[in-house]
């Protein structure tokens, strides 16, 4: 990721940490739940808690730009434990079309092309050291 691109990141979540947690949650769950109906079960009954999980992960990563390096192991163990969830590499890129649009939704008409770049980017990012971590595990 470049430094405009952090930029980027870190301004527009500013717009979106400020809006309900759960609400956030609930839209990007919906949005990847409508698109791929069988990742569901792969998810408690009531996501209440998992809408607030994503919510604070995303902040915890977004705060950390540019010393990603320092989430490294955070992010390779967050992996692991996906792997056991029944996480499988080709569910990253659904997660990352459920992300991409809930925040386009989310920031309104101050979404635009270089924020769905540096959203892209930042996604990529992450997503990739998770899919290597996750290589790491046996899958079931």
């Avoid at 980027?8 to 769950?29: P, T």
């Avoid at 919906?30 to 209440?48: S, V």
């Avoid at 290597?132 to 079931?140: H, R």
């Amino acid at each position: 990721m470049t430094k405009d691109q952090i930029t980027l990141v870190k301004n527009s979540w500013r717009i979106l940490r400020d809006v309900d947690h759960a609400l956030i949650g609930n839209v990007f769950y919906t949005k990847l739940f409508f698109d791929h109906p069988k990742l569901e079960k792969m998810f408690p009954e009531d996501m209440g808690q998992q809408y607030l999980k994503v919510v604070d992960m995303l902040s915890t990563i977004v705060a950390r730009l540019g010393t990603a390096y320092e989430m490294n192991e955070e992010i390779k163990a967050l992996a692991q434990r996906h792997v056991g969830y029944g996480v499988r590499p080709e569910h990253y890129q659904y997660l990352k079309t459920a992300l991409l649009w809930t925040i386009e939704k989310g920031l309104g008409t101050d979404w635009n092309e270089k924020i769905r770049e540096a959203w892209s980017a930042c996604y990529d990012m992450i997503s990739g050291i998770m899919i290597e971590a996750s290589k790491q595990v046996q899958y079931k």
